[in-house]
């Protein structure tokens, strides 16, 4: 047997170097604000991309797809990223209307977990972040047909210089096709590492958006 690439669990001495400072334990009345510290603490460690996150959806057949996208706001209302309505998961997002959503900190040794329902934000915050986006990015909305097959790399640059071309130096108007998709959260669940996998979950539910929430402590 060759040697694995994949690092042996953690020794009783790793483990004790690792939790020398004794983190707080998990304690909130609800999500949103601990949702935020721990973003805020991922910010100061996380050397990129702390609002990066993986988007789970299933498509027609029930199968699951899941990828990585970057966090663009949150609030009470939910939790909101841009994309192609065209691609694959904004069709799967529009025709399901539910997702799941993961944050992994590898740094901080945390993890949050998020299942919700989907809606697309209104036309006013879709056309504000669009324009707020680098000139670049805003034409690369324009000249990528998410998802979907390229024939080669040339065929996308040639794409992206027609449309460059034709917006020249005047406003670029956010595409019909691209906006932004909201997850309304049902369930949001902390998770911190611990010695000997004996880790922290603490799980936030409610039966609809309108209503307020409860938390247990789950098994890790």
Do not use: C
């Amino acid at each position: 047997m060759t040697d694995s690439l994949i690092p042996p669990s953690p020794s009783a001495a790793d483990y004790a170097e690792a939790h020398a400072a004794h983190e707080a334990e998990i304690a909130a009345s609800e999500p949103f604000s601990l949702f935020g510290q721990w973003l805020k603490d991922a910010g100061a460690k996380e050397p990129n991309d702390p609002n990066a996150m993986a988007v789970a959806t299933v498509d027609q057949d029930g199968l699951p797809d899941v990828r990585m996208v970057l966090l663009k706001d949150f609030d009470e209302a939910g939790f909101v990223f841009y994309t192609n309505t065209q691609s694959a998961k904004g069709q799967q997002l529009t025709q399901s209307h539910k997702a799941a959503l993961l944050f992994h900190w590898k740094s901080l040794r945390r993890q949050v977990r998020i299942r919700g329902e989907v809606t697309r934000v209104s036309e006013a915050e879709a056309d504000a972040y669009f324009h707020s986006r680098a000139r670049q990015s805003q034409i690369g909305a324009w000249a990528s047909d998410q998802s979907h097959p390229l024939e080669s790399r040339f065929a996308l640059e040639k794409s992206v210089a027609e449309y460059a071309l034709k917006f020249g130096l005047g406003k670029i108007e956010r595409p019909p096709h691209w906006t932004g998709f909201r997850i309304a959260p049902l369930s949001i669940e902390f998770w911190r590492d611990m010695p000997f996998r004996l880790h922290d979950r603490v799980q936030f539910k409610r039966d609809a958006v309108t209503e307020g929430w409860t938390s247990v402590r789950l098994y890790p």
